[in-house]
């Protein structure tokens, strides 16, 4: 389950200016979608779209089969994992941040997920730090590690969609690196739809699709977009 298609989706933020003109891509269950294309193109538009922050002016949004608005607000965020460029974490433990949206999931099952998304030792401490009774003052996590949160919050949600907005975007090479890996991880088997600057980030993807100004420019697998160029 979990497949997620677009059928000539038209959207606008202000009736001025068509942001998506006339979007259709389809994402088979279990596969991965890639969307690139430059800043401004409407990729952010189209994760917001799938969660249903706004309605779309034309065209139909599907998840297998079934129209997103005949779908409730609840059923869309738990059928769809978000991994975003920059995890804002709430102001509380790492297991609290990891069981955001499971409460009913066991502190093994949190703490599992942690250690799969290798942020293990951290669980009992506070995103941004805190003082302690003696004073000393606790480490900020750097942007990889509020991303491991964000991954070891998908793994204990097992989400059969996922949707990652850039997710390594905001890290220097060696930790995107890393984080790709778990990212990678946690997409087997999940209908997986990346958003990316470039085309290098997503060369394992099923379909890259190039936006350009709301509309697809070029879609194909990595080997065929690199072949035209
Ligand atoms: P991308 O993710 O490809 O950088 P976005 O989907 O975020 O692009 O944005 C596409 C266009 O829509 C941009 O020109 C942006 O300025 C505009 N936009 C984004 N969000 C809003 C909004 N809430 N209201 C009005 N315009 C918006
Ligand atoms: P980013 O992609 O940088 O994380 P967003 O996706 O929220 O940020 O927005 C992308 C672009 O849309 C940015 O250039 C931002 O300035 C613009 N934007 C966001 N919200 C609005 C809005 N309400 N009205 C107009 N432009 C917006």
């Known amino acids: 389950a979990g497949k997620v298609e677009f059928r000539d989706v038209h959207f606008s933020y202000d009736p001025n200016r068509k942001i998506l003109k006339g979007i259709s891509f389809e994402v088979p269950a279990g596969k991965t979608v890639a969307i690139v294309g430059p800043s401004g193109a409407g990729k ?3 994760s917001r779209l799938l969660f249903r922050f706004y ?4 065209g139909k949004i599907l998840i297998d089969g079934q129209d997103i608005r005949d779908v409730t607000q609840e059923s869309l965020r738990a ?4 991994v975003p460029q920059d995890t804002v974490l709430f102001n509380d433990t790492i297991a609290y941040n990891i069981r ?4 009913d999931a066991s502190e093994e099952d949190v703490r599992k997920a942690a250690e799969l998304a290798q942020i ?3 669980i009992e401490r506070l995103p941004d730090g805190y003082r302690s009774m003696v004073g000393e003052r606790g480490l900020k996590l750097s942007g990889g590690e509020k991303q491991r949160v964000a991954i070891a919050r998908t793994i204990l949600k097992a989400p059969p969609i996922l949707m990652l907005d850039e997710a390594t975007s905001a890290l220097d090479s060696h ?3 890393e984080i790709q890996a778990a990212l990678d991880l946690v997409s087997q088997g999940r209908t997986t739809i990346v958003i990316a600057h470039r085309l290098s980030t997503v060369i394992s ?3 890259i699709i190039v936006l350009q100004d709301g509309q697809i420019a070029e879609r194909g697998t990595h080997a065929a977009l690199m072949g035209k160029a």
């Open 120 to 122: 293990g030792p951290f």
């Open 100 to 103: 955001y949206g499971r409460v």
């Open 205 to 207: 993807a099923d379909e």
């Open 44 to 46: 952010s538009t189209i």
């Open 175 to 177: 930790t995107e690196q």
């Open 55 to 58: 309605d779309i002016q034309g």
């Open 79 to 82: 059928a769809i994992g978000m």
